[in-house]
């Protein structure tokens, strides 16, 4: 790829070396900053692409191609003026001459030079390391390479746990390799985590169905026996692999400055002065190549800093210098959340330690405090990444930590303090570190009318970066807003200028059937995390459609893809529906037969209903084939839907029963059963005021009169327990099922995306009394429209297990491996009270020990 500028004559000359995404930022700043007007530059990329988002390189893996990560495709280049070259390697620089060499023999001559080189993978001299299906993690063609690698065989191996190394794990498993990670430290993420916040992660991750090698060094790696290398480690124990992916660390790329007689550190790295120069002042380095003060950053977000401050050099604005930067971080590794801030090793002198720990829940949680407790120092978070972006302000800002600093790592309890609005962060907070964008920047963009995050990031770049601020830039965006008198969107997210309901509307009244037709139409872009379930989810609500569809296929999580739900270690449950825990001995021996056939881990449910546990992935359509041949329909368990109808015995059995509860709850189950909503749904029917099946803590709760029916609203058990409010008393069978109909659509058609009945309805201007004027009174004339939305979902219901038992091509998901029928060797038992649950990792390696 090459431009055809000509080279004007009249302009000094400036050459941009390396076009990666620091190298392209740069281009981007000396743009904006009317560089093009003063300066003729010329950019040389090694690689055969522009500059692509190397952040998001494993989205490679998951559906994305390289247009989908390109940062440019080379119009912003040529609408400025700029000539650039890819696959193009500069060899030579002859700083006395001031010319560059090429690799094809061509020269340029330059007057001001920046190179931006980047880093290449550290691959340790294992004796070994050189042979076949041996990968590196950086650029789409190591990807390719690995992509077709992994068509061949079974199992993969990084060797490496940090950063790079999980994320080139998540690509590996991916992939549908049976994945293990070596790292040569006691942990991983040695620079990031604490050895309690590194050891959470690694079972976080193992029981994801990674095997994970901590303190182990590998000294060779020869032939297997089993597969395709066999890694011995220095403790005399061994791993077989079919495929070795390197991801132990970068190196800046300093070759070419070296050549020149730049100067250098100790250990690598082209030293340089706060506004990037390095030691001949018409050079600058920025990036990973580049070493400030001893110290190479290792992350985007610094090299965007020193792009800016380069390219503000060269425009003459003294104000822009490079000074360091904050290596905090937050991210999503395997699926499991990670976060950094400051010390999070403690090292400060004095400094004192706050820790939180939930096993059950598998989350870490700790703080560094100054040794009076007043500022943050530092913080280490595994499992749940929700305070992260709180602690970072307190610690960028210095902000003053409030009494009982630790409620801010401790789950919400009353009287701990709220979150940090924004209110309280001042004008420099930085809230957008991959760009550098400060609180006062938003303000400035919101002031010139920027009125939308849309247009915020336009303008700042804020939120373009690895996207780890997009919460914090909303709440930022919607206050200054606020503060101007102007109505903050409610938009669903950038690509849909609508909110849910709007949404909602559209697909009903435009009849639009798939996610792909309602963007074209209505939106903008490729969709997000937000959107896609959110369509899914609204699709499956409105039409009723199969959610394996080709169409819709996509927009699902795990769960609905798999129609179960994925346990700790990576296996699934079955929960047949047993409408009302009504079953008859058939179904019940049935249950019992499949349990034993596939030796599942067999539970009663509160909702009484049967769970079973512990089936992999290909046995789900052999399990469910037998189910639904005896009879038995999907629970749904897995989707946002409706659950179980709980329920006692009511007055056909019991003294004390006024009203035939069973009945009613079988009923109301089947009604409802093929309802998608935009959370799941409980009920629960009791035949007297004794209450035996807790109604009123669900979200329709319906207990029996001497009258006929009472009727609960939007109640919730979990997190935070509400009860239900009293809609309606002594209603006969026909307007209960009319009311709670209504109830339900409206739901359904007005809520927020995982919004449970209860906070929707406490967010309806009148709450309680306006849901009875819409349902009752049919105040919004809408109640008609409600009737049939909720008779369309009846008469539409299908067993979606059923469904994709006839669908061959729905079958072909249940695999466990792409490219292997065998089984995951990780997925492993033990018996406990004559029944299996997933082994610890203790137990795998005592088991192992065993057979070994």
Same mark, same amino acid.
């Given at each position: 790829?090459?431009?055809?500028?000509?080279?004007?004559?009249?302009?000094?000359?400036?050459?941009?070396?390396?076009?990666?995404?620091?190298?392209?930022?740069?281009?981007?700043?000396?743009?904006?900053?009317?560089?093009?007007? #003063?300066?003729?530059i010329?950019?040389?990329?090694?690689?055969?692409?522009?500059?692509?988002?190397?952040?998001?390189?494993?989205?490679?893996?998951?559906?994305?191609?390289?247009?989908?990560?390109?940062?440019?495709?080379?119009?912003?280049?040529?609408?400025?003026?700029?000539?650039?070259?890819?696959?193009?390697?500069?060899?030579?620089?002859?700083?006395?001459?001031?010319?560059?060499?090429?690799?094809n023999?061509?020269?340029?001559?330059y007057?001001k030079?920046?190179?931006?080189?980047?880093s290449?993978?550290?691959v340790?001299?294992?004796?070994?390391?050189?042979?076949?299906?041996?990968?590196?993690?950086?650029?789409?063609?190591?990807?390719?390479?690995?992509?077709?690698?992994?068509?061949?065989?079974?199992?993969?191996?990084?060797?490496?746990?940090?950063?790079?190394?999980?994320?080139?794990?998540?690509?590996?498993?991916?992939?549908?390799?049976?994945?293990?990670?070596?790292?040569?430290?006691?942990?991983?993420?040695?620079?990031?985590?604490?050895?309690?916040?590194?050891?959470?992660?690694?079972?976080?991750?193992?029981?994801?169905?990674?095997?994970?090698?901590?303190?182990?060094?590998?000294?060779?790696?020869?032939?297997?026996?089993?597969?395709?290398?066999?890694?011995?480690?220095?403790?005399? #124990?061994?791993?077989?692999?079919?495929?070795?992916?390197?991801?132990?660390?970068?190196?800046?790329?300093?070759a070419?400055?070296?050549?020149s007689?730049l100067?250098?550190?100790e250990?690598?790295?082209?030293?340089?002065n706060?506004?990037?120069?390095t030691?001949?002042?018409?050079?600058?380095?920025?990036?990973?190549?580049?070493?400030?003060?001893?110290?190479?950053?290792?992350?985007?977000?610094?090299?965007?800093?020193?792009?800016?401050?380069?390219?503000?050099?060269?425009?003459?604005?003294?104000?822009?210098?490079? #000074?360091?930067?904050?290596?905090?971080?937050?991210?999503?590794?395997?699926?499991?959340d990670?976060?950094?801030?400051?010390?999070?090793?403690?090292?400060?002198q004095?400094?004192?330690?706050?820790?939180?720990?939930?096993?059950?829940?598998?989350?870490?949680?700790?703080?560094?405090?100054?040794?009076?407790?007043k500022?943050?120092?530092?913080?280490?978070?595994?499992?749940?990444?929700s305070?992260?972006?709180?602690?970072?302000?307190?610690?960028?800002?210095?902000?003053d930590?409030?009494?009982?600093?630790?409620?801010?790592?401790?789950?919400?309890?009353?009287?701990?303090?709220?979150?940090?609005?924004?209110?309280?962060?001042?004008?420099t907070?930085?809230?957008?570190?991959?760009?550098?964008?400060?609180?006062?920047?938003?303000?400035?963009?919101?002031?010139?009318g920027?009125?939308?995050v849309?247009?915020?990031?336009?303008?700042?770049?804020?939120?373009?970066?690895?996207?780890?601020?997009?919460?914090?830039l909303?709440?930022?965006?919607?206050?200054?807003?606020?503060?101007?008198?102007?109505?903050?969107?409610?938009?669903?997210?950038?690509?849909?200028?609508?909110?849910?309901?709007?949404?909602?509307?559209?697909?009903?009244?435009?009849?639009?059937?798939?996610?792909?037709?309602?963007?074209?139409?209505?939106?903008?872009?490729?969709?997000?995390e937000?959107?896609?379930?959110?369509v899914?989810?609204?699709?499956?609500?409105?039409?009723?459609?199969y959610?394996?569809?080709?169409?819709?296929?996509?927009?699902?999580?795990?769960?609905?893809?798999?129609?179960?739900?994925?346990?700790?270690?990576?296996?699934?449950?079955?929960?047949?529906?047993?409408?009302?825990?009504?079953?008859?001995?058939?179904?019940?021996?049935?249950?019992?037969?499949?349990?034993?056939?596939?030796?599942?881990?067999?539970?009663?449910?509160?909702?009484?209903?049967?769970?079973?546990?512990?089936?992999?992935?290909?046995?789900?359509?052999?399990?469910?084939?037998?189910?639904?041949?005896?009879?038995?329909?999907?629970?749904?368990?897995?989707?946002?839907?409706?659950? #179980?109808?709980k329920?006692?015995v009511?007055?056909?059995?019991?003294?004390?029963g006024?009203?035939?509860?069973?009945t009613?709850?079988?009923?109301?189950?089947?009604?409802?059963?093929?309802?998608?909503?935009?959370?799941?749904?409980?009920?629960?029917v009791?035949?007297?005021?004794?209450?035996?099946?807790?109604?009123?803590?669900?979200?329709?709760?319906?207990i029996?009169?001497?009258?006929?029916?009472n009727?609960?609203?939007?109640?919730?058990?979990?997190?935070?327990?509400?009860?239900?409010?009293?809609?309606?008393?002594?209603?006969?069978?026909?307007?209960?099922?009319?009311?709670?109909?209504?109830?339900?659509?409206?739901?359904?058609?007005?809520?927020?995306?995982?919004?449970?009945?209860?906070?929707?309805?406490?967010?309806?201007?009148?709450?309680?009394?306006?849901?009875?004027?819409?349902?009752?009174?049919?105040?919004?004339?809408?109640c008609?429209?409600?009737?049939?939305?909720?008779?369309?979902?009846?008469?539409?219901?299908?067993?979606e297990?059923?469904?994709?038992?006839?669908?061959?091509?729905?079958?072909?998901?249940?695999?466990?491996f792409?490219?292997?029928?065998?089984?995951?060797?990780?997925?492993?038992?033990?018996?406990?009270?004559?029944?299996?649950?997933?082994?610890?990792?203790?137990?795998?390696?005592?088991?192992?020990?065993?057979?070994?």
């Amino acid at each position: 790829m090459t431009s055809n500028i000509p080279l004007s004559a009249n302009k000094p000359r400036l050459v941009v070396v390396g076009n990666g995404m620091v190298g392209h930022h740069f281009v981007e700043q000396i743009i904006a900053q009317g560089g093009h007007e #003063t300066f003729h530059i010329t950019v040389f990329g090694e690689e055969p692409h522009l500059a692509y988002d190397r952040v998001h390189l494993s989205e490679y893996f998951t559906g994305k191609g390289a247009a989908d990560l390109a940062m440019t495709d080379g119009t912003l280049y040529d609408d400025n003026g700029v000539r650039y070259f890819t696959n193009s390697l500069v060899t030579e620089i002859d700083r006395e001459a001031k010319t560059l060499l090429l690799q094809n023999g061509d020269s340029l001559p330059y007057d001001k030079l920046v190179l931006a080189t980047g880093s290449y993978p550290f691959v340790p001299p294992i004796p070994g390391h050189k042979r076949d299906n041996t990968f590196v993690y950086r650029t789409l063609e190591d990807l390719d390479a690995i992509r077709d690698c992994a068509k061949k065989v079974t199992r993969g191996t990084v060797v490496g746990g940090g950063l790079l190394g999980l994320e080139a794990a998540n690509a590996l498993k991916n992939l549908g390799l049976e994945t293990s990670v070596v790292e040569f430290a006691p942990r991983l993420m040695p620079v990031q985590l604490d050895e309690k916040g590194g050891s959470v992660l690694k079972g976080m991750i193992e029981a994801l169905g990674v095997k994970v090698y901590t303190d182990t060094a590998t000294q060779e790696i020869v032939d297997g026996e089993t597969a395709f290398h066999r890694m011995n480690f220095a403790d005399g #124990t061994h791993l077989e692999t079919d495929l070795i992916l390197f991801s132990a660390g970068i190196r800046p790329q300093d070759a070419l400055a070296k050549q020149s007689g730049l100067e250098m550190g100790e250990r690598g790295g082209i030293t340089i002065n706060n506004q990037c120069q390095t030691s001949d002042a018409d050079i600058y380095s920025i990036g990973e190549c580049a070493l400030w003060n001893n110290r190479i950053f290792g992350l985007v977000a610094p090299g965007y800093t020193m792009a800016k401050a380069a390219a503000g050099h060269l425009m003459g604005d003294a104000g822009l210098s490079f #000074t360091g930067a904050d290596m905090s971080t937050k991210l999503k590794l395997l699926g499991c959340d990670v976060g950094s801030v400051g010390d999070a090793h403690g090292t400060s002198q004095g400094c004192k330690v706050f820790v939180y720990q939930d096993e059950l829940s598998q989350s870490y949680r700790k703080m560094v405090v100054s040794e009076d407790g007043k500022k943050l120092l530092g913080a280490v978070l595994v499992g749940d990444n929700s305070y992260y972006d709180t602690l970072l302000q307190y610690y960028l800002n210095a902000i003053d930590l409030p009494e009982q600093a630790q409620s801010l790592i401790l789950p919400a309890m009353d009287g701990a303090p709220a979150a940090l609005g924004v209110d309280a962060l001042p004008a420099t907070a930085s809230i957008c570190s991959c760009h550098n964008v400060s609180k006062q920047d938003i303000s400035d963009a919101v002031c010139g009318g920027a009125l939308s995050v849309g247009d915020v990031k336009g303008v700042t770049k804020a939120g373009t970066g690895c996207g780890g601020c997009a919460a914090l830039l909303k709440k930022v965006v919607d206050n200054e807003l606020l503060a101007l008198g102007v109505e903050v969107s409610t938009d669903i997210c950038e690509h849909f200028a609508y909110t849910r309901q709007d949404l909602y509307n559209i697909i009903k009244i435009g009849k639009i059937k798939s996610f792909d037709e309602l963007l074209e139409k209505h939106g903008k872009g490729h969709g997000c995390e937000i959107c896609k379930p959110a369509v899914g989810s609204i699709l499956a609500s409105v039409w009723n459609e199969y959610v394996l569809k080709k169409e819709h296929i996509i927009l699902q999580d795990t769960n609905d893809r798999f129609l179960g739900n994925m346990q700790k270690d990576g296996t699934y449950s079955i929960v047949p529906r047993i409408p009302g825990g009504e079953i008859t001995p058939e179904k019940l021996i049935v249950l019992g037969e499949v349990a034993k056939e596939y030796k599942l881990y067999t539970k009663i449910t509160g909702g009484q209903r049967i769970d079973l546990f512990g089936a992999t992935l290909p046995q789900l359509p052999e399990i469910w084939g037998k189910l639904v041949a005896a009879g038995f329909e999907t629970g749904q368990a897995y989707g946002k839907s409706l659950r #179980t109808v709980k329920s006692c015995v009511g007055s056909t059995w019991c003294r004390y029963g006024v009203n035939d509860s069973m009945t009613m709850a079988v009923d109301l189950e089947n009604r409802y059963k093929g309802l998608r909503s935009p959370h799941k749904i409980k009920f629960a029917v009791s035949g007297c005021t004794r209450e035996c099946a807790e109604a009123q803590s669900k979200d329709i709760g319906v207990i029996a009169t001497e009258g006929g029916w009472n009727l609960y609203v939007c109640g919730n058990g979990g997190m935070k327990p509400r009860h239900g409010d009293l809609f309606a008393t002594d209603l006969d069978d026909e307007t209960l099922i009319k009311y709670i109909d209504r109830v339900l659509m409206f739901y359904t058609k007005t809520a927020d995306r995982l919004q449970r009945t209860s906070v929707w309805m406490d967010g309806l201007e009148g709450g309680l009394e306006y849901l009875k004027e819409v349902v009752i009174e049919d105040k919004l004339g809408m109640c008609d429209e409600l009737d049939a939305a909720m008779n369309y979902v009846v008469d539409t219901f299908q067993c979606e297990w059923k469904t994709t038992l006839e669908d061959p091509e729905a079958l072909k998901t249940f695999r466990q491996f792409v490219n292997y029928d065998g089984v995951d060797d990780n997925v492993v038992f033990v018996e406990e009270r004559d029944q299996i649950r997933p082994a610890t990792e203790k137990e795998k390696l005592e088991l192992i020990a065993k057979v070994g």
